[in-house]
């Protein structure tokens, strides 16, 4: 039980005050006679917390402090709101009775609510409990956090309770801000933390925006006595909208806390304490509650934690502030300036791990965690089921129409009728931006196989609003674009109302080597000025593409080469900009998208459109050409799958010699050599993702090459023998498989040629070879 006192001197108000004003106004309060016992409660740090009890009836009341607040802080009429809201769903909090915004009835506002009993532990590791209940305790908390998370906080009413994006951004300012505001000396570990976070924000949330509690840890839910399930979660000063990864990181900080700290923030003692989960697995329990990958929870693992430890030193520095002013709820504030520091170092030290190696050392991985680097999360698998279903029943039986439209030469320039109607419907059904993190919550590596579903059928991944260039470039906007940017371009790209191009090769150099870039952006005043002739700028033959991302280069001679590139967003009906014809792929014009060359003429566009600054292109690129040169191999080995599936059925279905075909050792061995060529190609793609997700772009640059030579060369060659096997119908417009073979073909230039990654992948084993030599 919460340990109640007498009403600490600084914290006293008129109890006769209150008595009279419950009496009136709150229904079921006794009225008779008999006088209101006030209590303190000796725990907590935030809004000071009342035992009251009349007649034998018990309530509890929270108040703000007295004095001076840090701006924002201790708004007891958000906690009511908060309660009332989960109390209409049955989610365990007390129930609300009444708020009161008039100060002069104690001096602040406050609110009551129901007095729930049951057990408050204030020591994770359980001392007092056998290893069952320790269990048990444990299971109840975090399944009641991952309940929490998955309350439907439109339905009731909440969507105006918090930002709806950049929570960990605004988490790392609001923080920054608190403690900066409350801060009595300059503590070095502080200060470095904190440049750490704002330069290390995941480019990505990866997870939805959810009801988020803000301070969910043990000694904030009561525990039933005899069923060992929560009855309440408690203090709901910190809770708004956002990533659900920061409360389940916050009530992960025990396992990582100082154990010198003990006396303020007990640490979790998994050896001593049978039952208590290690962290791995209390994190696997949550992620198996909500349908989610541990890995893709794991990815950022560090940051959470270093920020979980970062408000914890930000809030014990604001009780600290509190105790010299006076006003501080507990009684042991003043100890809390000890624990500033040693907090902040131990997030420091959890901030330079990277990724799972910040979990605690009490932890460790087993095959039965669940996490496989080649195991989609519970998500991606309802996704990829839905998606098969979905390409079933629409997009195959679509594909007559699709052809027959594009090779009309009156109708091949526009949409065809029935796209829009399937994009509604994929929308409608969730399968919409799945290549983008922040919106699908998805890691590369759950997107691979669900691009590799739509690989199997030329306009499947427009049906889902993923296809390219429109990929790179909403990634390109979603990392570096500005707010006015994102808002003009992104957005509609990210509803599929426009489409896109990316317009970076040039007819009259080796386009592999950007350095040979010819286009020129200019800055003259408020404006850029392009000059230049790009082509295989592929979409702009589309009627819907209204904008343009161009890459282009200065001609100054005192600027290293790869900074004078920039990336400029060029609206399609700017003047000088002259679409010269579509070119063709082994003679396919892949109309409607189509691939132009196109003439930039003293084109001029707002300063305001340059991309993230001038002479970032290079580092635009990088970012947005390490993901899309994995979709595009995820795709071909769809389009590679389906070949496979064509040359099977075409064996098994005609005669030749007195034979089935599938009964030649020939045709055996091409569907042989088929299949080993598909795993093979699909294993490196998958490790890439992996690679990506782990490590980053940057750090995966290898693994992405070599899937960028080894697919699209395997794509070819399962595609060549499924048209090998189909004869005169395999090339011809009866089968998508010339028009695949044209796609697989093309790819091996598109991106970077074979030899641009060659060369690359050699020159990082020889210099791997070098350096083991040193």
Not at 209 to 219: N, P
Not at 497 to 503: A, G, N, T, V
Not at 609 to 619: C, K
């Amino acid at each position: 039980m919460a340990e109640k006192v007498q009403v600490r001197a600084e914290h006293r108000f008129d109890e006769a005050a209150l008595h009279e004003y419950l009496k009136k106004n709150l229904a079921g309060f006794p009225i008779g006679s008999g006088r209101l016992d006030v209590l303190q409660y000796s725990e907590g740090q935030s809004n000071p917390t009342f035992y009251l009890c009349k007649n034998g009836k018990e309530f509890v009341l929270r108040k703000k402090p007295s004095g001076k607040l840090l701006k924002g802080a201790h708004q007891v009429k958000r906690e009511f709101r908060i309660l009332s809201a989960l109390h209409s769903v049955s989610f365990p909090v007390p129930k609300p009775y009444i708020c009161c915004n008039d100060e002069s009835i104690i001096g602040t506002e406050f609110y009551v609510m129901e007095h729930v009993p049951g057990d408050i532990f204030r020591t994770p590791s359980l001392p007092n409990c056998s290893a069952d209940q320790r269990k048990a305790i444990y299971d109840a908390m975090v399944t009641t956090l991952a309940r929490l998370h998955d309350v439907d906080w439109r339905s009731l009413g909440l969507s105006d309770f918090g930002h709806h994006t950049n929570y960990l951004r605004r988490q790392v300012s609001t923080w920054g801000k608190q403690y900066k505001a409350s801060a009595t000396q300059k503590i070095t570990a502080m200060e470095k933390l904190l440049v750490w976070l704002q330069n290390n924000i995941p480019t990505t949330n990866t997870q939805e925006t959810v009801l988020v509690h803000g301070d969910f840890r043990l000694d904030n839910v009561i525990i039933h006595p005899t069923k060992l399930s929560v009855s309440a979660v408690l203090d709901w000063e910190l809770s708004t909208l956002g990533d659900p990864l920061l409360d389940l990181a916050y009530c992960c900080t025990p396992y990582h806390a100082p154990k010198d700290l003990h006396f303020v923030f007990p640490a979790i003692v998994c050896e001593s304490s049978p039952g208590v989960p290690p962290e791995r697995e209390f994190i696997s329990l949550y992620c198996k509650e909500r349908g989610l990958d541990p890995a893709s929870v794991l990815k950022h693992w560090n940051f959470y934690l270093a920020l979980s430890f970062f408000r914890l030193a930000a809030i014990a520095q604001g009780v600290y502030a509190r105790s010299l002013q006076g006003n501080a709820s507990a009684k042991n504030a003043a100890v809390f300036r000890q624990v500033v520091e040693p907090l902040a170092k131990t997030g420091l030290k959890l901030a330079l791990q990277d990724g799972e190696g910040s979990l605690s050392d009490s932890v460790h991985a087993s095959p039965s965690d669940g996490i496989s680097i080649f195991e989609p999360s519970a998500k991606a698998q309802k996704l990829y089921k839905k998606m098969k279903c979905f390409m079933e029943k629409y997009v195959y039986p679509a594909e007559k129409e699709y052809y027959q439209h594009i090779t009309n030469t009156s109708t091949q320039w526009t949409v065809p009728p029935f796209l829009e109607d399937l994009k509604k419907e994929a929308q409608s059904e969730g399968l919409w931006n799945l290549f983008l993190p922040s919106e699908s919550d998805l890691r590369q590596l759950d997107y691979a196989l669900l691009a590799e579903l739509t690989g199997r059928c030329p306009f499947a991944p427009e049906v889902f609003n993923c296809s390219a260039p429109d990929t790179g470039n909403m990634e390109v906007l979603h990392l570096y674009g500005t707010e006015e940017q994102k808002k003009q371009w992104l957005e509609p790209l990210l509803r599929g109302e426009i489409r896109s191009i990316f317009c970076m090769s040039e007819p009259d150099v080796a386009s592999s080597d950007a350095t040979n870039m010819e286009c020129e952006i200019k800055r003259e005043g408020n404006e850029i000025v392009i000059n230049g002739t790009k082509w295989w700028s592929s979409g702009a033959g589309d009627p819907r593409c209204k904008v343009a991302i161009v890459m282009g280069c200065t001609k100054a001679d005192n600027v290293s080469k790869h900074k004078r590139h920039s990336m400029v967003l060029v609206p399609m009906d700017t003047p000088g900009v002259t679409k010269i014809r579509p070119l063709s792929v082994f003679g396919y014009l892949d109309a409607p998208h189509g691939h132009f060359e196109i003439a930039f003429k003293n084109v001029r566009v707002p300063l305001e459109n340059l991309i993230l600054g001038e002479g970032r292109g290079f580092e635009i690129a990088q970012g947005r050409l390490g993901p899309g040169r994995i979709h595009h191999c995820m795709r071909a080995i769809g389009a590679a799958e389906r070949a496979l599936e064509m040359l099977v059925q075409r064996s098994l279905q005609r005669e030749a010699f007195g034979k089935r075909l599938a009964e030649k050792g020939m045709v055996q061995e091409q569907i042989a050599l088929s299949r080993i060529e598909i795993e093979q190609a699909r294993l490196l793609v998958l490790n890439a993702a992996h690679t990506i997700d782990r490590h980053g772009k940057k750090a995966a640059r290898k693994e992405i090459a070599m899937a960028k030579v080894a697919v699209p060369r395997m794509a070819c060659r399962v595609i060549d023998r499924a048209i090998q096997v189909h004869g005169g119908k395999g090339i011809c417009q009866d089968t998508p498989l010339a028009y695949a073979y044209a796609g697989a073909r093309s790819l091996r230039i598109a991106d970077g040629p074979d030899e641009v990654h060659l060369e690359a992948v050699a020159r990082m084993e020889l210099k791997k070879a070098l350096k083991a030599r040193m």
